[in-house]
């Protein structure tokens, strides 16, 4: 156990696992990056020190010695789900980078919307979903400009390597807190009060479709996207992997399709001759059909 003096100052107890060598380090942050992507540099270390104190006490450990060899071997296989799941950094909101929500409510969904009303299927994803926000600030969109949505062909993906912010958005229920960045009118209409907090209303949960999927891994997915938001994911990653998944996502839009990306991110590599640039981390997949 370890006492919190501020956020950032905390000194072991006797007992307490207090050392994380850089070798151990090295074996976590390897294991981290060839599973999920993430990277580790280590300036890191303190926060995976940190993040892992949680999993040593939960294993009933008292080293990250021992927990470093656990996770290696044959019995520890799950712990690496956990692993990733401890490091992985989720932080989101509803309606966060509300500029993506503007430009998508403005200038995307009229003509997705036409799109349905002619009985054509319409797909949104939301890859690296965390707690299902992102997904559900898109579903508030799409249901307040067109109630009759879920008589349409129209579904959200959301996505994601952590299976406990998985379940956290299909659960839908959040804090007050939370819940407050959107606006009154979306609050009554989209949610019900419930014991810790506000529940996203069936209605509206019935439009996301929670999975997991890893990135990193080959996409199970049966089709292409109008919509794509992978926001502040990849950013984690190395260049080489980005410059990879920002082709796969490329492949993954329908022509014309949309891709919106986190503030700190831009697309690299050579995705970025197939997207048109059309706002500030916002990109629109050329019609590559119309080369021909
Ligand atoms: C900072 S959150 C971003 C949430 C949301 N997109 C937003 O911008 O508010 C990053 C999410 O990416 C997920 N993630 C990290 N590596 C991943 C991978 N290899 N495959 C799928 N999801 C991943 C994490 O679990 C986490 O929930």
């Keep these: 156990m370890s006492v919190a003096l501020r956020k950032d100052v905390q000194f072991a107890l006797p007992g307490e696992p ?20 993430i990277q580790l540099n280590d300036r890191k270390r303190g926060l995976v020190k940190s993040r892992l104190q949680k999993r040593l006490r939960t294993l009933q450990l008292s080293s990250f010695a021992e927990y470093v060899a656990y996770v290696q071997s044959s019995e520890g296989h799950d712990e690496l789900e956990e ?36 009985g054509q299927s319409v797909r949104l994803w939301s890859a690296g979903c965390s707690n299902g926000s992102e997904a559900y600030t898109l579903a508030f969109s799409v249901i307040e400009a067109f109630p009759d949505v879920s008589r349409a062909d ?41 014991e810790g907090g506000y529940q996203v209303s069936e209605r509206v949960r019935s439009l996301v479709r929670f999975k997991y999927l890893n990135l990193m891994e080959p ?36 022509p014309g ?18 997207f048109s ?5 916002t990109y ?9």
């Design 18 to 37: 207090d050392e994380l060598s850089t070798k151990d380090f090295e074996v976590v942050a390897s294991l981290v990056h060839e599973a999920s992507g």
């Design 83 to 118: 692993l990733i799941c401890a490091i992985s950094t989720n932080v989101t909101s509803f309606d966060r980078e509300p500029h993506h929500f503007e430009h998508f409510r403005g200038q995307v969904l009229p003509g997705l919307i036409e799109k349905l009303k002619r």
């Design 154 to 194: 129209f579904l959200i993906l959301a996505t994601d390597i952590d299976k406990y912010s998985l379940a956290a958005g299909q659960q839908g229920i959040y804090s007050e807190d939370l819940v407050s960045k959107l606006s009154s009118k979306t609050i009554q209409n989209g949610f019900e009060a419930v």
């Design 219 to 254: 996409w199970p997915l049966r089709r292409n996207y109008e919509v794509i938001f992978c926001r502040n994911v990849l950013i984690y990653f190395s260049q080489e992997r980005q410059t990879t998944l920002f082709s796969q996502f490329a492949d993954r839009l329908v």
């Design 257 to 274: 399709g949309h891709f919106y990306i986190g503030h700190s991110e831009r697309v690299i590599g050579p995705a970025n001759s197939r």
């Design 277 to 281: 640039s059309i706002g500030l981390t």
């Design 284 to 292: 629109q997949l050329e019609d590559e059909r119309r080369r021909v």
